[in-house]
């Protein structure tokens, strides 16, 4: 598997703002696959964020996140972002990003075939 590259992790007030990237951690490309970004907090299972297709004119986002986080992605710079407003604390967690396989649903982790290692987010109150 090929690895990603997360960065724009920080720690943060509740109400801040923070973007996100991915990138390839190699020479390859991903700006012909879908990608999406999954969060994990401590002792919880690792969740859906956010998605977006291979040309960035579909996207998906979970409840928790609508209206105040968006997704796009710069092929030309072959980077997708994770653009996060409003902050809560329960946004806390690591964010990962991965590489969709062709096929399968957007929001469960295993339909993706290629992660990073993860960066993180820390809201606080």
């Known amino acids: 598997q090929v690895p990603l590259v997360e960065s724009g992790g920080g720690s943060v007030q509740a109400g801040d703002s923070l973007r996100l990237a991915c990138a390839p951690a190699t020479q390859s490309t991903f700006s012909n696959d879908a990608v999406g970004w999954f969060r994990q907090a401590p002792g919880k299972e690792r969740d859906f964020v956010a998605a977006i297709d291979w040309s960035g004119s579909v996207t998906y986002y979970a409840d928790s996140v609508k209206g105040r986080f968006l997704i796009s992605r710069d092929n030309g710079k072959n980077l997708v972002y994770l653009q996060m407003n409003s902050l809560k604390p329960e946004d806390t967690a690591v964010y990962y990003c991965?590489?969709?396989?062709?096929?399968?649903?957007?929001?469960?982790?295993?339909?993706?075939?290629?992660w990073g290692q993860g960066t993180q987010v820390i809201v606080s109150s």
């Open positions: 991965a590489v969709k396989a062709e096929g399968g649903n957007y929001i469960y982790p295993g339909t993706y075939v290629y």
